[in-house]
């Protein structure tokens, strides 16, 4: 029997369409299980002794809720509480004196890309690039969705009733909790990557632009403070003190500009772009200079005080006059008025480390399969 070209092509096009159908089918399959609260537990071990050499110890471990196949993006530690964000776009809060899961969401579509969670008083704020979905912070319950007038590209800073974001356009909006209409806009000049900082407790906040554009603003009214710029943006979060902004940048050089006028205080350079990002406390500047290693400054004058080159990453605690670093794989231990090293711990199951608080705070650990560890300091 015959067939017409347009039968053979209907042919052609329904296996076609039953093969992908079966791919797709046999992928879900095989990933169509989450794992369980313990066999995420017996895929990350604790690592008591290691976390006892930092000066620490386990308060508690907590299982978010996790799409299969997915993995953690973000941590938020938002006072008794602490959020966890995974890839496949579900939002999850814990206790955070147990670890205990007090609520979780899916908030949009896996493909949707997310930028921050903050919180506000009783509500929980969960940022995408394009909306604001609002959370009792209690129950879980979806209180308010607001749409933004630019698509953003960091997490935002709360000043008041505004939420302070960078965009892709290099605007920045200053986006209003009441209505969210836009309150403000500013303009930076290129795409804005690194989250903005609030510097002091005026309503100051900085931003650094792709190109190297800095700029300080008031957060409530939008207007700038002052701008400068840099020969090239950064790849690592800012750091501030009441007064001024530290900043590695890709143009080989760590700076210092304070917030009255972006005056630029000091500048020092190096061999290569800055990677790691900066740290102030108490009157210094922590920042992985490259060769020289992570390298100690006088915040004011941007003078050299120490530097260990055989040490790479980002201060993220101290504790009992140490400086813990950490490179994304292992946590170094190191004396605070010398630079030298105390110990060195790898931890391999860590996909992201925060902390509440630089000086004496809790630290959290995230793992590739889904943990939450809090530890805390040991007396």
């Avoid at 899916?106 to 009783?122: C, E, M, Q, S, Y």
Wanted: charge should be neutral; proline fraction near 3%; charged fraction near 20%.
């Amino acid at each position: 029997m015959k067939r017409t070209l347009s039968s053979l092509l209907s042919l052609a096009a329904g296996s076609a369409a039953l093969s992908a159908m079966a791919i797709l089918g046999g992928c879900e399959s095989g990933n169509s299980r989450a794992l369980s609260a313990d066999q995420r537990a017996a895929a990350t071990p604790v690592q008591h002794d290691d976390y006892a050499k930092l000066g620490y110890r386990v308060e508690w471990r907590g299982f978010p809720t996790m799409t299969p196949g997915e993995h953690i993006e973000r941590l938020a530690i938002l006072g008794d509480l602490v959020a966890v964000q995974e890839s496949g776009s579900v939002v999850s809060v814990l206790e955070n004196r147990s670890g205990e899961r007090r609520w979780s969401d899916t908030v949009a579509n896996p493909l949707t890309r997310f930028v921050g969670v903050i919180r506000d008083g009783k509500r929980v704020l969960v940022s995408t690039e394009s909306e604001v979905f609002f959370y009792d912070v209690d129950t879980g319950a979806l209180l308010n969705k607001q749409q933004m007038d630019q698509v953003v590209n960091t997490s935002p800073v709360q000043v008041g009733n505004i939420l302070v974001f960078g965009c892709q356009s290099g605007q920045v909006l200053g986006h209003l909790l009441l209505n969210g209409y836009r309150q403000w806009g500013s303009y930076v000049g290129a795409t804005i990557e690194s989250d903005p900082v609030p510097v002091g407790n005026d309503g100051a906040v900085a931003l650094v632009g792709r190109n190297g554009d800095v700029l300080f603003l008031d957060g409530l009214s939008g207007a700038g403070f002052g701008r400068n710029r840099m020969f090239g943006g950064t790849e690592a979060a800012i750091a501030a003190s009441d007064t001024a902004i530290y900043i590695a940048s890709t143009d080989h050089s760590l700076y210092c500009f304070r917030k009255e006028g972006a005056a630029e205080i000091w500048r020092v350079r190096t061999d290569a772009p800055l990677k790691f990002a900066p740290t102030f406390n108490a009157g210094r500047v922590y920042c992985d200079m490259g060769k020289d290693g992570l390298s100690c400054f006088d915040a004011v004058a941007g003078k050299r005080i120490w530097n260990n080159k055989d040490v790479h990453g980002s201060v993220v605690a101290v504790r009992n006059n140490r400086l813990i670093v950490w490179n994304n794989t292992s946590a170094v231990a190191l004396d605070t008025a010398r630079g030298s090293l105390i110990e060195r711990v790898d931890l391999k199951e860590v996909a992201m480390l925060k902390t509440d608080k630089l000086v004496d705070g809790s630290m959290y650990l995230a793992s590739p399969s889904g943990v939450v560890t809090k530890l805390v300091p040991r007396e």
